[in-house]
């Protein structure tokens, strides 16, 4: 079982730049895929940016295409998530998640393929 801690949230102005992390503890062979999700209250959870931890193949959600910057550190069993240009709207509970490949090219947003979640770390962007 692969345990997930993020960190680096916090509140900013927009425009402001915040950089989280996912250090992963255990290991998994099959937990290629890591991505990042976000939600706030009353909406559904939903995908950011994701990333195979081999081949580095990222996606990323139409809102933040620009903007976000979803990067990995094999050696430290971590990702990163570099959000630029934030805005009110970015402001959420970002929870870093892994899970299998399932194939199609890049790591989907389809919550039921992650296997293992963290805590989450909220983000808070104000105008």
């Known amino acids: 079982q692969v345990q997930l801690v993020e960190s680096g949230g916090g509140s900013v102005q927009a425009g402001g730049s915040l950089r989280l992390s996912c250090e992963a503890s255990?290991?998994?062979?099959?937990?290629?895929?890591r991505g990042w999700f976000r939600q706030t209250p009353g909406k559904k959870r939903e995908g950011v940016a994701s990333i195979h931890t081999l081949s580095g193949a990222t996606h990323y959600a139409d809102s933040v295409k620009g903007r976000f910057v979803i990067s990995k550190d094999n050696a430290e069993n971590a990702i990163y998530l570099q959000m630029n240009s934030l805005k009110p709207e970015d402001t959420a509970m970002y929870y870093c998640a892994t899970g299998p490949f399932y194939g199609g090219g890049y790591c989907s947003f389809v919550e039921s393929d992650f296997a293992s979640w963290g805590e989450g770390t909220q983000v808070t962007v104000s105008s």
């Open positions: 255990g290991y998994s062979a099959s937990a290629r895929c």
